[in-house]
């Protein structure tokens, strides 16, 4: 089976890459299209991974940029497509590959695991044949998209629980830092995206906290180039801030802590047993809902409320689960 794979946002690399050596283990054909944005490219470097970089980059934070560059880029992946005859097309929220997809009569599989990015999925989970979120989600959210059973379908858990399955950290990603520093690692809000159209006075609040505290070592991982500047330029003494792309699944798992304003990132730390805070400002899905129920994920009201200390050694279990899940619910399209 020929098999398409459109890769949008730093996250889906790792998503993918698992699924990615299953579907050649099992003998499919796989070709990976990929959107420049964030640190999608250098992952995709990082990780080997062969892939064509395909359309216009990231619309920025508007909405009109952000058409323009859909329609740019629809124009762009249909031609690309249209010309491979492929069998099957998978994607983690790229509306665009479902589009297209169903314009040429490909079935399409996405999966998905936050519910309340309404004009996205108001594209991509109408056009697809099969959608796959965690089951946390209630079937009810994803109805006013046109999606129900059997076009649904729902697995247990979170999914960097099934992608970082296999995956151990590299304890090289912590030279140069003083072991008896707290380690905190912060991920940058989404602030490009639609449905996280809110000033993170939180986020900036923890950044002037860990950053001025000799006790700690922060490292920002920002999403964007336009981020990192402007971190860079607050010169606070205990922020270091990467100029590319790193091992971040390596950070977060040895990390005394996590703070990211928004999802993947601090999920990447629950799977990984890593305490974890959300500042994020958007209105909170059910996943994360569930993970703060359970205790795994803790909102954070005010940088105070950090509890700045050495992780302790029996913490947080790590939950793996198998990735052949995912996999066959998506080719199940």
């Known amino acids: 089976m020929r098999v398409w794979i459109d890769i949008t946002n730093s996250p889906h690399v790792l998503f993918f890459r698992p699924l990615l050596r299953l579907l050649e283990k099992d003998g499919h054909e796989v070709e990976v ?8 490219l250098e992952l995709l470097e990082r990780h080997r991974i062969p892939h064509h970089v395909v359309g216009p980059p ?62 996205q999925h108001h594209l991509g989970l109408r056009a697809a044949r099969r959608v796959v979120f965690p089951d946390a989600v209630p079937a009810e959210r994803l109805a006013r998209f046109g999606v129900r059973p059997p076009n649904l379908v729902q697995y247990p858990g979170i999914e960097e629980e099934y992608y970082l399955a296999d995956f151990e950290p590299d304890p090289r990603v912590l030279e140069g830092i003083d072991p008896a520093r707290v380690l905190a690692i912060m991920r940058t809000p989404p602030d490009v995206s639609l449905y996280h159209r809110h000033e993170n006075e939180l986020f900036a609040g923890v950044l002037d906290r860990l950053g001025g505290d000799d006790s ?22 205990s922020l270091r801030v990467p100029e590319h792309a790193v091992d971040a699944q390596s950070l977060v798992a040895l990390a005394d802590l996590v703070v990211s304003a928004g999802g993947t990132m601090n999920r990447e730390a629950v799977a990984l047993g890593t305490p974890a805070y959300t500042t994020f400002a958007g209105r909170v899905g059910s996943v994360d809902e569930q993970l703060i129920r359970e205790g795994r994920l803790r909102p954070l009201a005010t940088p105070d409320e950090l509890a700045l200390r050495k992780r302790q050694p029996r913490g947080h279990e790590r939950v793996r689960r198998d990735p052949r899940l995912l996999l066959d619910l998506l080719l199940s399209g």
């Open 33 to 40: 299209t990929a959107r420049a944005y964030a640190q999608t």
């Open 58 to 119: 990231h619309g920025g934070g508007g909405a009109l940029g952000k058409a323009r560059a859909m329609v740019g880029r629809l124009t762009r992946l249909r031609r690309f497509a249209k010309a491979r005859h492929f069998d099957l097309a998978l994607a983690h929220g790229s509306h665009e590959a479902m589009l297209v997809a169903r314009s040429l009569g490909i079935p399409g599989a996405t999966a998905h695991d936050y519910e309340f990015a309404t004009l």
């Open 216 to 237: 700690v070592h922060a490292i920002v991982l920002p999403r964007t180039e336009e981020q990192r500047r402007a971190i860079v330029t607050l010169d606070l003494p």
